[in-house]
Structure formats: C-alpha cells, structure tokens
C-alpha cells in the first residue's frame, strides 16, 4: 500500500499547472486526491510528479450563467451538495453529490477529479449527461470547450486533451417547472453506484411530458443517455402504465456489463427498477 517514488509541485494557477504537465510527461493533477491516492497506493498508477492544483482559488465556486450553472473544477461535493443556488435549480446534481462516498470523501473529492477520472460507478457522470455537461479546459492550445457527448470513451478513459486542466464543468439548466432527482442502488461495500440514474421532467398541466431527461451510470464500462425512455415518455400523457412502459427499456441504450457483486441480466433488471423510481419521483403530480 505504499506507491512508487514521484516528484510533487504545488502550483498557483491553471496556466503552471499546464507547463509542468507539458514539462513532465507522467505526471498527474491532483486535486482531491480520493481517486488518484487510492490508485497510486495500489500501484495501478505510478506517476513520475503530482502537480497539486488544490490551492488554485479562482477554481472553486457555483455561479449562473445565462442559461447554465458553471462550476468550479475544484469545487467539492460537499460544497455542491449544500450550494442554495444548485439546490435550486438542479435538485439532482446537490443529490448526486451527497450521495458521493462519506463525509469525508465528499469534503475534499471534486467535480472536475470526478469527471476526469471517469469511474463506471461514479455518481456524477449520470447528471453531468442528463444536463448536457460542457468542460471549460485549457491545455497548451490555449482554451476550448468540450462537450460531455462522446467524452466518456471506455473506464478511465476520457475525450479530455492531453495535458490540459478542466477549469470548470457547465450544466444546462432546463426549463422552468423541471423536477429533478438522483436515485442509486449503492454497493454496499464502497458506495459507488451499481446503477444510478438521473432524471429530470415537466409535465404540462393537461398531463403530457415536454421535457425529459434520462442517463444512467455504473451500469457498464460508460455513463449513457437512456434516449430510448426518453422517447417513450416525450408528448404522452402521464400515467403509471406509461412509466412502467418506458423503464423497460432503461438498458436499450447502455452497454451493460457483469462483474462479481452483479451479472449483466440483474444489473438491467436494476435499471429498469431504478429509472422506474426515479420517473415516479419527477413525474408524480404531487
Ligand atoms: C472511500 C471512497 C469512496 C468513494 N465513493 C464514491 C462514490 O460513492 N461515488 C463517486 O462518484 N465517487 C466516489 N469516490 C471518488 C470521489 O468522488 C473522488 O473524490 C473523485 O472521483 C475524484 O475527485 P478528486 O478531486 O479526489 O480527484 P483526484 O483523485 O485528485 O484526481 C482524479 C483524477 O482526475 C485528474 N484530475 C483531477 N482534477 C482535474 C482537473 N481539474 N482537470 C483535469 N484532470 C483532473 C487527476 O489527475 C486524476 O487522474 C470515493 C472515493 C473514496 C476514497
């Protein structure tokens, strides 16, 4: 349990954290530090040099932003999970987050070393999908935007560029009257979710859906938009039928994968079982 030799820097802004990843091929951020310690501790990671990028203020924070909420890369989960403004108007992301781990992961875990990772059975990637996340990211090309379509490529592995620093994740607000929830079926071991689900919806009041969001995480090697629920449920009117109906098809879009603790079939039955939930929490009338 004790990793191999690195260097270690403590860098003052994103633009030194991207010369010293560029100086120093092998070397990683470290920010929280609850994923990439735990791996280096296995030494399932071996980087040459930690560039900590803990101490970067400008990186912290929940603001609005015309139609989106822009958050800090390195804003904790347990700052998400409290933020008044985030309780507000994406209900799901402040559940999400404190559902993360313990107390003590969420105090010091980030938003940005949450998606950067790309744990299958993250928590966070299930509504960064469902609110069409947007990365703010420099790297040695300067800034650009990457959007969270395509970023997911495998467990672990990200569309993020090579070197760069995500300095803040956006989230699509959606449409006023939106109720929004994260529901997972937690291992009981870790935490971690074995299937999670993120959904949003409005609901007209003569009953039919405008606006739906479905996505689920921990259920395969990638977070997916469940497209095929959603189409279910756009333009009809509610009804219990209906959401029984459209759950059955919360695997369609993932490719969903087996392990020890859960094979593939309970683990798509734990989808349906789990968008069901989720469904019945935001599309109830009460
Ligand atoms: C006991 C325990 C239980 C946990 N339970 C859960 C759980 O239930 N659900 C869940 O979702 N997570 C869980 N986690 C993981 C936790 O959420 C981590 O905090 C998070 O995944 C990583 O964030 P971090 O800030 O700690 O990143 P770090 O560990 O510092 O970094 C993780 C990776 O991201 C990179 N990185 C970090 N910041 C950036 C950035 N700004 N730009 C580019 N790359 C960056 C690093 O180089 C590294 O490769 C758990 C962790 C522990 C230790």
């Known amino acids: 349990m004790i990793p191999s030799a690195f260097a270690y820097e403590r860098v003052q802004t994103v633009e030194q954290a991207v010369r010293a990843l560029q100086a120093n091929p092998g070397a990683k951020l470290l920010a929280g530090g609850h994923s990439l310690i735990p791996l280096m501790k ?70 940005g070393g949450n998606l950067a990772h790309a744990d299958p059975s993250s928590d966070l990637p299930a509504v960064a999908l469902a609110f069409d996340a947007v990365f703010d990211v420099l790297g040695p090309e300067g800034m650009q935007t990457v959007p969270i379509d395509g970023y997911f490529l495998g467990p672990l592995v990200t569309a993020l560029p090579e070197n760069s620093v995500i300095t803040a994740v956006s989230l699509k607000l959606p449409p006023s ?25 409005r609901v ?29 449920l756009l333009g009809q009117h509610v009804s219990d039928d209906l959401i029984r109906e459209a759950a059955a098809h919360a695997a369609d879009d993932g490719s969903i994968s087996g392990d020890l603790f859960a094979s593939e079939a309970y683990r798509r039955h734990l989808c349906s079982v789990y968008v069901e939930r989720a469904l019945r929490k935001v599309l109830s009338r009460g």
């Open 204 to 232: 007209e009041p003569d009953g039919v859906i405008d606006f739906v969001r479905v996505a689920v995480t921990g259920a395969g090697d990638v977070p997916y938009r469940a497209q095929a629920v959603e189409d279910a």
């Open 177 to 201: 009257g939106t109720r929004s929830t994260y529901v997972k079926y937690p291992h009981p071991a870790s935490g971690y979710a074995v299937v999670g689900v993120a959904a949003a919806a």
């Open 42 to 111: 296995m030494r399932l990671a071996t980087p040459t040099r930690l560039v900590d990028i803990s101490g970067i203020r400008e990186l912290r924070g929940v603001w609005k932003k015309d139609d989106r909420l822009v958050i800090g890369a390195l804003t904790t989960h347990r700052e998400i999970a409290t933020d008044r403004v985030v309780r507000t108007h994406l209900p799901a992301l402040a559940e999400a987050a404190s559902r993360v781990g313990d107390l003590q992961v969420r105090n010091r875990g980030t938003i």
